[in-house]
């Protein structure tokens, strides 16, 4: 890969792991997905009832084409 594709790659990356679910859209993930992982980690939240946090990590995907659904790691 070219250095200027590397470079935006990795400009994204830590974009999306700073904001979060928020910025999403703006890499061309469609809003119906964006509300839906939102919706998941608020329902997420309030049944954890303060014990645990949920949050957004995109960093556990690992090969795009295995996962078929959300995935979770405690």
């Known amino acids: 890969y070219d250095k ?3 470079e935006k790659l ?13 910025c999403l859209s703006e890499y061309g993930v469609p809003n119906e997905v964006v509300t839906d992982v939102k919706k998941v980690l608020e329902e997420s939240n309030t ?8 949050v957004f990590d995109f960093t556990l995907i690992r090969g795009m ?8 790691e405690i």
């Not at 990795?10 to 928020?22: H, M, S, V």
């Not at 084409?65 to 979770?72: D, E």
């Open 65 to 72: 084409g295995y996962y078929t659904g959300s995935i979770f």
């Open 47 to 54: 049944y954890a009832a303060g014990k645990y946090e949920v």
């Open 10 to 22: 990795f400009i994204a990356l830590e974009e999306i792991n700073n904001k979060g679910t928020d």
């Open 4 to 6: 200027t594709s590397s």
